[in-house]
């Protein structure tokens, strides 16, 4: 594929065979922003949030692991299942001891390691075909090796809505829309920020975290940079649907301590990847996904007298409305 995508060759195949188990799967994570990034470079006549000429730094970031979110309906069904597990044995990836069924590891040639996580956001309703521990969404009863798990991730919540779809070397790839991937990165670079602060840890670890959190920092703004014209138009959608996870309340708050409030540790670092004009609009788009609608919305439902067991009014219905 390309001389400077070590990856393609082994994600190439495993993607294919994955493919085979249903539509619902959707590969996010540094790879995936990674080869949108590439996809886009080559169709400059496809609108962006921030041109690519106007990128201070324009390399896509190179990654080993691979993160893949699926399908709860995936997870759910036995033949999906083995499909899925028959892809990671023919493609020479085995489990990770450690993390059992979610976390797969293959040895290359060059004596790294690449690792693949599958994550799944978590059932809104209780489903015979799944049970959930601690970590996991599992299927019911167990496949034992005839199966993977997903690691519960509920900022994944909503990565079924209107997926990018576009063509590597014949291959379709998906992606998470771009809120759904914010969600993902801006809790991501929380928690590793939280680890990086520890103090009762020694400077190793949290030098290790910290460039972790900062990575994921960065990544948010480049998810937002490539956002399409479509992608932003539906935003409001995809943000309609996950404002009512428990989750969402966490990740305004995580891009505030991140990004928008004064002193916020994570703008500085990422401002300095962009244009000033740049990272204006990527903050004022992280302020209307993720505190701006979360804060109109809460303001006028407050002052709503609904009768018993009615829902407030989505996003959508209030600003078709006008009243947002």
Not at 42 to 71: M, Y
Not at 278 to 295: H, N
Request: hydrophobic residues 40%.
């Amino acid at each position: 594929m390309k001389s400077d995508d070590p990856m393609w060759e082994e994600f190439r195949p495993l993607w294919t065979d994955l493919q085979a188990a249903g539509s619902r799967v959707f590969v996010a994570g540094g790879y995936g922003l990674f080869l949108k990034q590439h996809w886009l470079l080559s169709h400059r006549d496809h609108p962006v949030v921030i041109a690519p000429e106007n990128w201070l730094d324009i390399t896509p970031r190179v990654t080993k692991d691979l993160d893949i979110i699926i399908g709860l309906e995936l997870l759910a069904s036995r033949s999906a299942q083995g499909v899925i597990a028959q892809a990671m044995a023919r493609n020479q990836f085995e489990v990770v001891e450690e993390n059992p069924r979610w976390q797969f590891q293959k040895r290359v040639a060059s004596g790294q390691k690449i690792l693949v996580d599958f994550h799944s956001e978590l059932p809104k309703s209780e489903n015979k075909h799944l049970a959930l521990d601690k970590l996991r969404v599992k299927h019911k009863p167990s496949l034992g090796e005839g199966g993977i798990h997903g690691r519960q991730n509920p900022e994944a919540a909503g990565s079924e809505l209107h997926p990018f779809q576009f063509q590597t070397d014949g291959i379709a790839i998906l992606v998470p829309n771009p809120v759904t991937w914010s969600l993902m990165k801006l809790i991501a670079a929380r928690d590793r920020k939280r680890r990086a602060d520890d103090a009762a840890r020694d400077e190793e670890y949290r030098t290790f975290h910290r460039e972790h959190a900062l990575k994921h920092a960065r990544d948010v703004a480049r998810v937002v940079a490539m956002t399409t014209r479509a992608e932003r138009d539906r935003a409001v959608e995809v943000v309609d649907v996950v404002r009512q996870e428990p989750a969402f309340s966490d990740v305004v708050d995580a891009c505030d301590q991140i990004f928008l409030r004064d002193q916020a540790w994570g703008a500085d670092i990422a401002a300095r990847m962009w244009r000033a004009e740049d990272w204006k609009l990527i903050r004022s788009i992280l302020t209307d996904w993720f505190r701006q609608f979360a804060r109109e919305c809460s303001k006028y439902i407050h002052c709503l007298t609904l009768p018993p067991n009615v829902p407030p009014p989505s996003l959508l219905e209030m600003r078709s409305a006008d009243l947002l």
